[in-house]
């Protein structure tokens, strides 16, 4: 989805510092993934201009995934002004992501 972006080591910090950001940890070989995505394009457009969604591919960015304590994937982590507020492992319904990034935004 055009409102997700992709993140790696390079912008990963600058992209989360600011605001509410919900980041899906995932790699492509990864069935769970695959069926959490359309869930997060969903919780994206719903949550367009209030906060920002963005996924790390672990294969692409392993040392992100290092960082955030990423042991399985997929991982969801809310992270409020670059700070992870609320962690997710496993595929999650699009309510228990929008009801994470409102707390975050309150």
Same mark, same amino acid.
């Given at each position: 989805?055009?409102? @997700?972006?992709?993140?790696?080591?390079?912008?990963?910090?600058?992209?989360?510092?600011?605001?509410?950001?919900?980041?899906?940890?995932?790699?492509?070989?990864?069935?769970?993934? %695959?069926?959490?995505?359309? @869930?997060?394009?969903? =919780?994206?457009?719903?949550?367009?201009?209030?906060?920002?969604?963005?996924?790390? /591919? *672990?294969?692409?960015?392993?040392? *992100?995934?290092?960082?955030?304590?990423?042991?399985? @994937?997929?991982?969801?982590? =809310?992270? %409020?002004?670059?700070?992870?507020?609320?962690?997710?492992?496993? =595929?999650?319904?699009?309510?228990?992501?929008? /009801?994470? @990034?409102?707390?975050?935004?309150?």
């Amino acid at each position: 989805s055009e409102q @997700i972006t992709e993140l790696t080591d390079s912008d990963f910090a600058a992209h989360i510092s600011l605001g509410v950001t919900l980041v899906d940890f995932w790699a492509p070989w990864c069935g769970p993934c %695959r069926m959490q995505s359309p @869930i997060l394009d969903q =919780v994206a457009q719903k949550r367009q201009g209030q906060a920002k969604v963005a996924k790390v /591919n *672990i294969d692409a960015a392993p040392s *992100i995934a290092a960082v955030q304590g990423v042991q399985s @994937i997929p991982t969801l982590i =809310v992270f %409020r002004e670059g700070q992870p507020v609320q962690t997710f492992v496993g =595929v999650r319904p699009e309510a228990d992501l929008l /009801n994470a @990034i409102d707390r975050a935004l309150h």
